[in-house]
C-alpha cells in the first residue's frame, strides 16, 4: 500500500499543480523549505516570491518542500521514508542548497523533523562538504541564535538580492570542487550572509552574554540586506495553484515594504524598515498577470498597513473597476482604523459583503499612547460606524494583553470599547444594518521581540497572563461578541525563544527527540517535553522571557543590524513609559537610523 493511501490530504505531497515549475537541467537544484505543513506554506508570499525568483536564474532549479503532516511523519519514520521535493521528488539530501523559511520560533522543531526526514545531520558542525548547505531566513532571523547550531548560515533581511548573489557564489565553488569551510569564508563577506560558526559568545556567571567575538576577517556586524528598487524587483506573478485550499486561497498583490507608523510592540514595523512602495500601475499589472495565471476570484493589498499605501484610493477603485466584472473582489487584511474611509469602506463591499478586521490593540487611550497606536477612541467609533453604515455586519478586533505598563482598568477598557462598537452597530438606522452584529475579539499575549523598544521588557509570566484572560473572559460575555486568547504556555516559549541565545539548541534537539513536533498546532502542542528539556540542560526559560534587561546589557543578537539605532530604541522606550507618542515618520522623521536611505520627503502629504 502506498503511504498516499494512509494520509488525509495525499495532495499535499504529490506536485504537478499548475504554474508548478519543470526545468530539463540546471547547475544548482535547491529546496525551497517550509517549516510547516503545505497549506500554510503555499500561502506564504516570501516562499512564492523566491520561487519565482531563484527560477528566473537559468542555471539554478528551485523545489518545493513542506513539513509532512504527523499522520505522514508517522508513515515515514516506519518506512524510512526519505523527504523528497514536489516537483521531481528528488530527496533533499542531494540538493546543493537547502533553504529554509523561518517565520515563527514554534516551528523550529519541524526544521529538525524535515532535516532528519531529508537524510541530513541536524547540527552544521556535523555536516559534510557532500552534505546540502543549509541556509536560514525569514522573519525569526532577527535573532537566529537559538537555532545558529543547525544552520551553515543565516540569510539575514530581504532575501530576493542575497539569494542570487549566494547561488553565484556557490555555482563558482561547484565549479573548482565544493570544500564548505572555503565557501563559507567567502559567503560572510556578501551583504547580509550571517555565518554563525564564525561568531563565539562568551557568558558572564549570571548566564548574560560578556561578549560577541567575530572570528579574524569577518564583519563584526551583520548588516540586513534591503531590496532598494522595490517597484521593480521581482514579485509572484505566475504562483503555483494548489490542489487542495489553502490558508490563503487568493491573489495576494504585495503593494507596500516596511511601515511608518512605529508601534512600539511590533517587530515587523521596525525590521522591515526604509518604507518603500510598489506604484499603483505595476500593482494592477501584476494583478492581471496573476488572475490570468490562476483565476483566482479574490485580490488582497498586502503589506504591514495597506491604509498607508499612498495611492490607496487610486489604486483600490482601478482594481475594482478592472475586476469587478469578472466578479474579483479586493481585500484589505491589514487595514489601520484611521486611515479608513466611507468611500473606501464601499468600494471593498462592491463586489462581495465581507466583514473587516482592526487591531486597536489596547482598551485604553492611555496604553494605545505607551505603544505608541496612535488612534483614538473617537476614530475607533467613527470608523466602524462607516464600516457598518456601509453593509458591514461582522467586526474582527485583535488585542494585546501583557504589554508593558498594563493594569486591569486597560482590561475594562478592552469590554467598554467592544460594548461602544457594539451599540454603533445599532445606533446605525435599521434599514442600512443587515441582521445581527458579529464581533470576534482576539488577545494574543504581548511577546517581547527583538528590534522593538520594548525588547528590554519582561513578559509576563503565565499564570498572570491566564488571570488576565480569564478576567477579560467574563467582561466579554456580550450578546454577539466572541472571545478568542492564545495559549499563555505556548506564547511563554516563543518569548524565550524570541530572545534567547545558543544554548537553547540543546533544549530544541532534546525537546525534538522527545516528540515535539508541530508546536505552533495546540492539538500536537506539548508544553512538557519543553520542561523536561529544560530541566534535563539546567535551564530556566523564566530567565528568557520574564526577565527585564538592562539597556546597557549586551543582547544575543547584538551582532545582527537591522539598521535601527539602539539609541533610537532607547529613546522609543523612554517615552513609552512618559505615555508620549512619536509621530508617523514620514510626517515626522523620528531619527531612527535610515534616515539616508528612507526616501521620503519629511512634510505633511
Not at 547550531?149 to 530581504?158: K, S, T
Not at 542570487?164 to 556578501?190: M, N, P, S
Not at 485604553?364 to 455586519?393: C, M, P, W, Y
Not at 478586533?397 to 467592544?418: C, H, K, N, Q, R
Request: charged share 25%; aromatic share 10%; with cysteine.
Amino acid at each position: 500500500m502506498s503511504l498516499l493511501d494512509r494520509v488525509e490530504k495525499p495532495a499535499r505531497y504529490v506536485g504537478g499543480e499548475l504554474n508548478s515549475i519543470i526545468k530539463e537541467e540546471a547547475d544548482i537544484d535547491f529546496a525551497l523549505c517550509f517549516a510547516d505543513v503545505y497549506e500554510v506554506g503555499m500561502s506564504h508570499l516570501g516562499l512564492n516570491i523566491l520561487y519565482e525568483v531563484l527560477n528566473d536564474l537559468k542555471d539554478v532549479y528551485a523545489q518545493r518542500v513542506f513539513c509532512p503532516w504527523v499522520d505522514m511523519l508517522e508513515q515515514m519514520h516506519k518506512s524510512g521514508e526519505v523527504l523528497c521535493s514536489l516537483e521531481t521528488g528528488k530527496p533533499l539530501c542531494d540538493f546543493d542548497i537547502v533553504g529554509i523559511n523561518l517565520s515563527y520560533e514554534m516551528c523550529y522543531s519541524n526544521v529538525l523533523a524535515m532535516l532528519e526526514l531529508g537524510k541530513i545531520p541536524l547540527l552544521s558542525c556535523e555536516r559534510k562538504d557532500s552534505d546540502p548547505l543549509v541556509v536560514g531566513g525569514g522573519a525569526c532571523v532577527v535573532n537566529p541564535e537559538p537555532i545558529a547550531d543547525f544552520f551553515d548560515l543565516f540569510v539575514i533581511g530581504e532575501g530576493e538580492q542575497a539569494v542570487r548573489e549566494l547561488c553565484a557564489l556557490y555555482a563558482e565553488h561547484k565549479k573548482c570542487g565544493f570544500v564548505r569551510d572555503v565557501f563559507l569564508k567567502e559567503a560572510a563577506h556578501l551583504g547580509g550572509v550571517y555565518v554563525p560558526s564564525f561568531y563565539q559568545t562568551e557568558y558572564n556567571e549570571d548566564g548574560t552574554v560578556r561578549a560577541i567575538t567575530a572570528a579574524q576577517g569577518v564583519p563584526e556586524v551583520v548588516k540586513k540586506c534591503v531590496v532598494e528598487d522595490f517597484d521593480g524587483e521581482r514579485t509572484v506573478a505566475k504562483p503555483v495553484l494548489p490542489y487542495i485550499n489553502t490558508v490563503h486561497d487568493r491573489c495576494v498583490l504585495e503593494i507596500m515594504r516596511g511601515c511608518p507608523r512605529g508601534c512600539r510592540f511590533c517587530q515587523a514595523g521596525f525590521a522591515m524598515r526604509p518604507v518603500r512602495e510598489r506604484k499603483a500601475e505595476t500593482v494592477r499589472k501584476t494583478a492581471r498577470d496573476v488572475i490570468a495565471a490562476t483565476g483566482y476570484d479574490e485580490i488582497s493589498l498586502s503589506s504591514l498597513s495597506s491604509g498607508d499605501y499612498s495611492h490607496i484610493d487610486e489604486l483600490v477603485s482601478g482594481l475594482i473597476d478592472e475586476f469587478s466584472q469578472q466578479r474579483v473582489s479586493v481585500s484589505m487584511p491589514s487595514l489601520r482604523v484611521d486611515s479608513f474611509e466611507k468611500d473606501f469602506a464601499n468600494q471593498l463591499q462592491q463586489v462581495r459583503k465581507t466583514g473587516l478586521t482592526f487591531a486597536p490593540e489596547a482598551g485604553t487611550q492611555r496604553l494605545r499612547d505607551v505603544i505608541n497606536k496612535n488612534i483614538k477612541h473617537e476614530d475607533i467609533i467613527n470608523t466602524v460606524t462607516r464600516a457598518f453604515s456601509s453593509g458591514v455586519n461582522t467586526v474582527k478586533l485583535y488585542f494585546m494583553i501583557g504589554l508593558p505598563t498594563e493594569t486591569y482598568e486597560d482590561l475594562d477598557g478592552i469590554a467598554s470599547l467592544v460594548r461602544d462598537i457594539r451599540e454603533a452597530y445599532y445606533a446605525v438606522p435599521k434599514e442600512a444594518r443587515r441582521g445581527m452584529v458579529g464581533i470576534t475579539v482576539s488577545a494574543s499575549c504581548f511577546v517581547p521581540k527583538p528590534c522593538t523598544p520594548f525588547m528590554w521588557e519582561a513578559m509576563d509570566d503565565m499564570e498572570t497572563l491566564r488571570q488576565k484572560q480569564q478576567y477579560l473572559r467574563e467582561r466579554l460575555k456580550i450578546k454577539g461578541v466572541k472571545f478568542n486568547y492564545h495559549d499563555a504556555r505556548l506564547s511563554f516559549l516563543e518569548g524565550v525563544l524570541a530572545r534567547g541565545d545558543r544554548k537553547l539548541a540543546a533544549v530544541l534537539m532534546d525537546a525534538y527527540k522527545n516528540g515535539a513536533v508541530f508546536d505552533a498546532w495546540h492539538e500536537h502542542f506539548s508544553f512538557e517535553r519543553y520542561m523536561d528539556a529544560f530541566e534535563k540542560n539546567g535551564i530556566d526559560p523564566a530567565f528568557y522571557a520574564c526577565r527585564t534587561r538592562d539597556t546597557s546589557e549586551i543582547l544575543p543578537f547584538a551582532h545582527i543590524d537591522f539598521g535601527i539605532d539602539t539609541a533610537f530604541l532607547k529613546r522609543e522606550r523612554d517615552k513609552a513609559y512618559a505615555g508620549q507618542v512619536t509621530p508617523e515618520c514620514r510626517i515626522e522623521c523620528g531619527g531612527c537610523g535610515l534616515q539616508k536611505s528612507c526616501g521620503f520627503v519629511q512634510e505633511k502629504r
